[in-house]
């Protein structure tokens, strides 16, 4: 009897790298993973026909393709959820699931790592912080949220707890009396964690279509 696998894509661009990963079943088959200041969206679909070209695929053979919603760059957000909502447009087959980062920052932590307050704190490159707190079974005790420095103290403070994500370097540079079980400080959102996490909601029926995750309205201006 001949065994189907199923082909999982999942890409990022929400922060200052373009990452990319193909997976049969639960297995790795090719990864890309570059920082740029900008540009991420240029180097996406490059990356992902040449990931293709080189494991002799198309999109007709996918059956996930998952998505980080953010928050980060609002031109990387919007670029990553334009790109899988063409695909899918083009697979009628395809399903897509959207995964915000703070899920991802979270289920890279292994058991042992998480504590009483899990808390993802992500870089706004602005005074305030992407904020979200979770429990050790990764349930979430407080959504996510925009917080400045001394909002996040309170809500941490007197409980054990682990700080994970690309803002807790800035977050750490003040002094505080944390009880800090540990601090992994990540550049960016692990694809090969996004990944899974679909694979997951994929085969328990929970995937959600992708959306953006706006936390604040975006920064522009005119020059």
């Known amino acids: 009897m001949k065994v189907h696998k199923m ?17 049969k ?12 200041t900008f540009g991420q969206s240029e180097v996406l679909l490059p990356q992902i026909e040449t990931i293709f070209k080189n494991n002799s695929l198309s999109f007709q053979d996918l059956a996930l393709l998952c998505v980080c919603t953010g928050p980060g760059s609002f031109t990387g957000v919007r670029s990553s959820i334009s790109a899988a909502r063409a695909f899918g447009l083009s697979s009628k087959n395809l399903t897509l699931c959207g995964i915000n980062a703070f899920d991802v920052y979270a289920s890279t932590l292994e058991a042992h790592q998480r504590s009483e307050y899990t808390a993802v704190i992500i870089e706004t490159k602005r005074e305030d912080f992407y904020y979200a707190c979770y429990d050790k079974n990764l349930r979430k005790i407080i959504p996510p949220k925009t917080a400045f420095y001394n909002d996040i103290i309170r809500d941490l403070k007197g409980h054990n707890i682990t700080l994970v994500g ?17 601090a992994c400080f990540d550049t960016h959102p692990n694809i090969k964690t996004l990944a899974l ?7 328990e029926k929970t995937t959600d279509y992708p959306k953006p995750l706006y936390l604040k309205a975006a920064d522009v201006c005119i020059k």
């Open 7 to 23: 082909w999982t894509l999942a890409f990022d661009t929400t922060t200052n790298f373009c990452s990319v990963i193909l997976m």
């Open 197 to 203: 996490l679909g694979i997951d909601r994929f085969n």
């Open 25 to 36: 079943d639960n297995n790795v088959c090719s990864v890309f993973s570059s920082e740029m």
């Open 166 to 182: 690309d803002g807790i370097q800035r977050f750490l540079s003040r002094k505080n009396d944390l009880h800090i079980h540990e």
